[in-house]
């Protein structure tokens, strides 16, 4: 899938370094409403800048609660660092799918920040 085509992008930027946060696991889930549990839709890993590209197809994308999991010790652990954050979750609700979202992760390895971009 084209990056341009998926309704949903991240980009993990290590602020504590000022670089991409480069090969960390991301994954996206969605929940089941009915049963209140966290299905998962699909796993990747960052690039070099960064970013997640084609996480989840337009058709796939519905309205519903969704939450992006990064996998923010292994990443700090691969570089030789800990962290107070074994990983991060974004819990957000979608209401108009047809919509574009951009979910920034800005961390170091004592906090981190998330907005909704464009």
């Known amino acids: 899938m084209a990056a341009g085509s998926c309704p949903l992008t991240t980009h993990v930027l290590n602020t504590g370094d000022g670089v991409p946060a480069a090969r960390m696991a991301v994954s996206l889930h969605r929940l089941d409403t009915k049963m209140m549990i966290w299905n998962l839709l699909s796993v990747g890993t960052t690039n070099e800048d960064g970013r997640c590209p084609g996480l989840v197809s337009r058709e796939a994308f519905t309205a519903g609660m969704y939450k992006l999991r990064f996998e923010t010790g292994s990443y700090w652990e691969n570089l030789g660092q800990t962290s107070f954050y074994p990983f991060v979750e974004v819990v957000f609700t979608i209401s108009d799918p047809e ?17 909704r971009g464009s």
């Open 99 to 115: 919509q574009r979202f951009h979910l920034p992760l800005l961390m170091s390895r004592f906090s981190y920040s998330t907005y």
